[in-house]
């Protein structure tokens, strides 16, 4: 049983490679400034509670845009969607450098282009997954999805140490230009793709077709997942984890106040989940042979739940009961724990939607997907800074750990059927 990540669909695909490609370096671009971003916020307000609403003010435009991105996908060329949303992130990434020139000291300014950002976001997220079942066999898509997951933890483990060493290095507005640079490449990966219209339906009305894309084309993708419990359960169990166990808005204020560092520090919290989730996906090639896909999902999400007690854990102890570059140490191989099961859960989640989604409305699902990956974080900064507000950080990360275990394992127990999901013979 092969045991390393299969890199098949980067050598049949030379158009997935340049995408995989750009979407991996912008990616770290991404992170960099997102750790960028609450780091100037927290400079600005020495606030966990102000870094939080980061969160909810990326959270509404990148649920109406996941939304309607979705629909937008299933309806225009998805190469041009995602050409057009990547130049709208490119021109973001190329503010967020000016305002830090110009020495802003407004949060204001920084919560609105988070909201501009993430409405971006929602449209070339869905259309970028949407490409890809399109380039390769549907044989090779668990293995397309472990190079995502891969890439994805890739820029979450260099990005986040990047920006600590640039801000220290080079401030704002360094960390905020190298994420403007590295974003080309995400948009020349999409200029080099051929036209990519989506399939038709052959059961769909053709006056339908012909409409406009609005609230009854994003109604259609809703009510396909209403109906669909395995591809539903997927959402359900990750939000689980990303908003009841989100411990990213923490790192600021533990960096400081419990492991006595600064930004370094707040680049090895963040980094650690994705270096758990790198080696795990290092290792992912019988991922690929697993039958039980739902009962994979609800492990992980658990397990997850577990790391992130352990790294509560770790905070309080940084408090008094260990030195703090032990407890650090100890946080972050609970994090690197934590970022390992969300990547097994990524790949299985990500591989049941596109199996049970018709071309056709898999922008929207994906759009959906979005709001769930990408929004539910979002929503999870702002559940973590308001118990942090109301407790302690640790306090927070412990909590929210045990929520997300009790409430993983009581949606396995209704939804019996995802525990049986058999990969061999998909049921959506």
């Given at each position: 049983m092969p045991l390393l990540l299969d890199l098949t669909p980067l050598r049949v695909s030379p158009s997935y490679r340049r995408l995989w490609s750009g979407f991996t370096l912008s990616g770290v671009g991404a992170q960099l400034a997102t750790v960028a971003i609450g780091l100037q916020v927290y400079d600005i307000t020495r606030s966990t509670f102000a870094v939080g609403i980061v969160g909810l003010c990326a959270l509404v435009p990148l649920v109406v845009m996941g939304l309607y991105g979705g629909a937008i996908v299933d309806h225009y060329d998805r190469r041009k969607v995602a050409l057009a949303a990547g130049l709208l992130l490119w021109v973001v990434s190329i503010l967020n450098t000016v305002q830090a020139a110009l020495g802003n000291t407004h949060v204001g300014v920084l919560y609105a282009l988070v909201g501009l950002y993430n409405a971006g976001f929602g449209v070339v997220s869905p259309a970028r997954s949407a490409i890809y079942p399109r380039l390769l066999d549907r044989s090779l898509l668990p293995a397309a999805n472990a190079l995502s997951v891969t890439a994805m933890n890739i820029s979450m483990t260099v990005g986040p140490l990047l920006a600590g060493l640039l801000v220290d290095w080079g401030g704002y507005v360094t960390a905020y230009a190298v994420d403007a640079a590295l974003f080309t490449f995400a948009v020349w990966g999409i200029l080099r793709l051929e036209p990519i219209p989506p399939e038709a339906d052959p059961e769909a009305d053709p006056a339908a077709v012909r409409r406009r894309p609005g609230f009854a084309s994003v109604l259609d993708g809703l009510r396909f997942l209403g109906t669909r419990p395995n591809v539903r359960m997927t959402f359900l169990a990750d939000f689980c984890a990303m908003i009841l166990a989100q411990p990213r808005a923490l790192?600021?204020?533990?960096?400081?106040?419990?492991?006595?560092?600064?930004?370094?520090?707040?680049?090895?919290?963040?980094?650690?989940?994705?270096?758990?989730?790198?080696?795990?996906?290092?290792?992912?090639?019988?991922?690929?042979?697993?039958?039980?896909?739902?009962?994979?999902?609800?492990?992980?999400?658990?397990?997850?739940?577990?790391?992130?007690?352990?790294?509560?854990?770790?905070?309080?102890?940084?408090?008094?009961?260990?030195?703090?570059?032990?407890?650090?140490?100890?946080?972050?191989?609970?994090?690197?724990?934590?970022?390992?099961?969300?990547?097994?859960?990524?790949?299985?989640?990500?591989?049941?939607?596109?199996?049970?989604?018709?071309?056709?409305?898999?922008?929207?699902?994906?759009?959906?997907?979005?709001?769930?990956?990408?929004?539910?974080?979002?929503?999870?900064?702002?559940?973590?800074?308001?118990?942090?507000?109301?407790?302690?950080?640790?306090?927070?990360?412990?909590?929210?750990?045990?929520?997300?275990?009790?409430?993983?394992?009581?949606?396995?127990?209704?939804?019996?059927?995802?525990?049986?999901?058999?990969?061999?013979?998909?049921?959506?």
């Open positions: 790192f600021p204020a533990v960096a400081v106040l419990s492991f006595g560092g600064g930004a370094k520090t707040v680049g090895v919290l963040s980094a650690a989940v994705a270096v758990g989730a790198v080696v795990a996906m290092l290792v992912s090639g019988p991922l690929g042979r697993v039958r039980r896909q739902g009962l994979a999902v609800i492990v992980s999400v658990a397990l997850w739940g577990v790391s992130i007690v352990g790294f509560g854990l770790a905070v309080a102890a940084a408090n008094g009961a260990l030195p703090r570059g032990w407890a650090l140490w100890l946080g972050a191989l609970a994090l690197a724990g934590a970022g390992a099961a969300d990547s097994v859960s990524a790949v299985f989640r990500t591989t049941i939607l596109q199996a049970a989604t018709p071309d056709h409305l898999r922008g929207r699902l994906q759009g959906v997907f979005v709001v769930v990956v990408a929004g539910g974080p979002r929503l999870g900064d702002v559940v973590a800074g308001s118990l942090a507000t109301v407790s302690t950080e640790a306090w927070a990360a412990i909590v929210g750990g045990v929520l997300c275990v009790v409430a993983v394992l009581a949606l396995a127990a209704w939804q019996r059927g995802f525990v049986r999901y058999d990969a061999h013979h998909p049921t959506p």
